[in-house]
Structure formats: structure tokens, C-alpha cells
């Protein structure tokens, strides 16, 4: 219960919510509680008129008793009508307060997670799975909002009526109203019990679903893989089984439900058999009216609705309590990479790993081994090496993706620990290594990381990047979706969108993290053509497998083990006879070989 604290801060936000919404539930249940004094009247009254009645039998005056006796009882069901119409009133009002309020709660809660999210480091996301920060912002929210809404309405709502009523039933007769309630508490703990048993049930079929869906979702995305081995008989197999456990669970749901209602009205009758019983009795002794009876009957079906609410608002509450606290995880976590101070100015592109060592925290493999790197302002400069050599690493390291365990890294002479992120970053081009592209429009995804998007900024981008024919060729041209509800980019192509979105920035600092890998020689050559221009007066970063890629670097950067094992020029390179020349001759080779096929 103690996690369901933080949420005191939005109650007191939303308090001019809470006060007319408790004013309204108070006032629509005595609007409520009092039809049952007038239909207990109203029954007195048959009673006795009907006596009278019967005494006027044979004569005139039976039809003018009868008129006014249809009289009074219009009279008491107008009554009866009206205090329930405005019961109604008052119980939209009710909702209109705390059912909404709970609905700005939600909003503000969602909106709060995730501008926390996005503080969050890379690491942050690499601990947790995705279908899990989606749960906390959506699912969890949901469940709280149940609380800080119909929860705590409800709770408001049986509180009042069940004061309201049990104090009217001991004003009539206080045998009565103890053997009338005796039933209600087994009522209270059999729904509280059930109910927490479905809500059990109920948890169990909510997981089978996620896994169903995860399921269904990853076969359908690799669907071209289940073709291509022909593996359509195994999934479906292995579909009906997931479905089979979700089937299973849900028929136990169901037959826990099937008892919910029988259960409950069980116990509510028995309250009206010794209502009856015992009133009956009463009334024989004079100690009460038969309209009592009925009052009471009233009463009893009235206290049923908010007595099993009472059971399924205890429910809420604990699932609430649950997802806060899985909420409250999240939000009680600190970015583990946090900006300096230092915004001001245009960078110059001074780029410098000192004595840099790196381990990742989550699989303890050290990426990066005592690096010391100086690379001057507007200088070209490649890193090759074999997979797993550390490149990618590099990169993360100059975006500050990741701090460095040993060592710094400066920019301009400053530790980057010491610069504003966002300022940093922002004149930063990176293009990573794997591509992700928007379920948006060309243009959109361009120029995404410009506030205004420029059409002609769009333009030049994707010529530098050797992509603007290729879109052109589009039937919408840049206005052409991508993604699920677009069309579907060849690898190269989306390497080259996704280049022309970190050069539109115009960024001080470029990193090219193998993305040519995915383009031929010829649009390679075209592509690191129009980056001359591009590049020249900025600092670049080019990450590459292939030789022809970076041969005209001003440095080229052998990494090896997280170390730098050569570097220098191509042709200084060449000369040291070593891994490069090595890597070049092979590459060399397989180009002739390709040739003659
Ligand atoms: N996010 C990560 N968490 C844990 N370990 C990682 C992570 N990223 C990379 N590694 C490990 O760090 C080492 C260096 O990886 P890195 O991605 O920097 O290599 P690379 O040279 O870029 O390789 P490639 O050319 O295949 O992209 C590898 O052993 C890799 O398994």
C-alpha cells in the first residue's frame, strides 16, 4: 500500500475534483436510501386502505375510497420516481468528477513515465525488454487508474450507503437489522475470496495472451524465414499449443465465474428470508409494521451492490498497489549518463581518447583496451578491424552512449562528461550501424532531427547521400511511406535515408558506423564523392569493413581486441606490411575472384 503514496501528489492536484465528487456521492445516496422509507409508507398504506376497503364493501362510498387510495399511490411512486431521477443526477455528477479525475491522473501518469523514459540511459534499455516499459507505461497505468478512479468512487459509495442504511435499519428495529446484515460479512469475504480468485485466473490468461501475441507477432515478422524452411505445419502446431495452455486457462476463469452470481444471490436471499422471517415475526408481536418489511427488503438489495463492490474494490486496490510499485521502480531510477554544463558555441570537432578502457556492465566484455586517439578538427578518419574488434564501441563512446571506465574522452580539449548532452549531441551526425527507420514519410524521416522540416534541405540531403533518384522514382516521391504501412526500402537504399538524416543536421562532428556495408561499389564511390564536399571543415568518423571505402582517409585506424594495433595512412599502412596490407590483399582477391565468376 505504501507504493500508492506518490499518488497523494495528484490527488492534491485534482483536489477541487475530489471534494464536489465525495459532496456528490454523499448526497446521491441519500437520494438513494430514502425511496425505501416511502415504499415502506406506501405499503402501510395499502394495508390499511385495503381494510377500509373491504369494509365499504356493498356500498357507494367503496369507489371513492378506491379513487383515493390509486391516488396516494401515485402520489408515493411519483416520489418514489423522483428521488431515484435525482439520485441518477447526482450519480452522474459523481462520476463526472472522480471518473474524469482519474482519467487527468492517467494522462499526467503516462506523460510523466515517459519523459522519464527518454532520460534514461542506452544501458537502461539494454536491461529491459521493451514489452515490459511498454506494460509499465500502458497495462500498469491502467490498473492504478482503476484505483485512483472507480476504487476509490466506489469504496466512497459503499462507505456512504452502508453508514446511511445501517443507521436507518437500527432506527426501525435493531433485531431485525442484526439478523438482516448477519449474512453480509460471509457475503463480503466469499466475493472477496472468489474475486481474488478470478483476478489470480485472470493474471494467468493476460500472460498466455502476451505470450500468444509475442508469438503470432514473431512468426508473422519472420515469416519469409518459416516459407523459406517450410516450417508452416511446426508453427501452426506449436500455435494451436500456445492456444491450447490460453484455452485452458480460460475455461477455469469461467467456471469461476459461473459460481460469482449464484454465490452472491445465495447469501442475498438468505438476508430476505430472515428479513421476512424474523420481520414477520415482529410484526405478529406489533413491534413493527409490515411496511417495515418491506423497507427492509429495500435495504437488503441495496446493501448488495456496494457489499460485492466492497470485494472487487479490495482487488483493485492490491493490483494497484502492484503496478505503482512497478511504476515507482522506473521512476526512482537515475539517467546513468547525466549532462555537464558546458552549451555554448559551435564545435570545433576536436576529437581525443585518452589512455580509454571500457567493459559493458551487463556482459562484462571489454570492448575497448587503453586507447589513446588524437584526431584533429576536420580530419577523415577510418577504423577498420574484424567483427567484434570494437568499432561500434568506439562510436557509442564519442556519442556518450556509454561512459568510459577508464580514461576520457575530450572534445575541443573539454572532458565530454562536462558538456551539455543535448548540445553535444546535436551537432553530432551519427548514422548507426543497424538502420531504424520511422513508419513515416521520407521527408519526416530526413528531416527528423531538424525542428522545422526544409524541403530543400530534404533535397540535398538525400543527393549527398546518392539516394535522391532512387526516391524520386517513388510514385509520391518524398511524401512515400515507409515502413508497415509504406513501402519496404532495400537495405541500401535505407542505409542511405538514414545517412541523409544525420547530414541534414550540418553537424560539426560526422560517425559513419558501417553504413556502405549495404551499397555497392559504384553508389559507395558516389556517395563518399558527395561527402567530400560535405565533410570538408568537419571532423568524420568512418567506420568500414571494406578497403576501397577507406583508403583516401587522413588516418586509418586498425582496431584489433579493443586495441589499435596499426594506424597511419593507406599507403603508410601498406608499407607497414602488417594486418592492413593483409586485410587489402585478401580484399584484393576476392575482387578478382568476383570478377572472373
Ligand atoms: N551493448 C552491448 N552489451 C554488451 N556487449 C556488447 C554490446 N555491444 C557490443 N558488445 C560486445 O563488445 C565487443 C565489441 O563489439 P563492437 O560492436 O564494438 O564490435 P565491432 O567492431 O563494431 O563489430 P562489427 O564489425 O561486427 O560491428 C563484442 O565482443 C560484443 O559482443
Redesign the pocket.
Known sequence: MKHLRYLNKYFYKYKWWIVPGVFFVIISNIFGVVPAQVIGFAFNLITENLSIYKLFAGFDRQEIVYDIFSAGLLYFGTVVLVLYLLRGLFMFFMRQTLILMSRHIEFDMKNEIYAHYQELS??FY?RNNTGDLMNRATEDVNRVRMYVGPAIMYALNTAVQVVLIVYFMFNVNGTLALYSLAPLPVLVLTIYYVNTGIHDKSEKIQQRLSSLSAFVQERLSGIRVIKSYVREAQTREAFALQSEHYKGESMKLVRLQALFYPAMLLLVGLSTILTVYIGGRQVINGSISAGNIAEFIVYVNQLTFPVTMLGWVTTLIQRAAASQKRINEFLQLRPDITGGTIASGTLEGGIEFKNVSFT?????????RDINLKIRPGQFVA?I????????????LLMRM?DTDQGMVCIDGTDIRERDLQHYRSQVGFVP?EVFLFSDTITNNIAFGLDQPDQEAVRNAAKNAAVYQNIVAFEHGFETMLGERGITLSGGQKQRVSIARALIKEPRILVF??CLSAVDTKTEEEILGNLGHVMKGKTTLL?A?RISTIKNADLILV?EN?QIKEQGTHAELLGLNGSYAEMYTSQLLEEEESKIK
Open positions: 542506452l544501458g539494454r559493458y556492465p551487463d556482459t562484462g566484455i571489454q570492448a575497448i577504423i578491424g574484424r567483427t567484434g574488434s570494437g568499432k561500434s564501441t568506439l562510436a557509442n556509454y550501424q558506423d558501417d567506420i569493413h582496431l579493443g
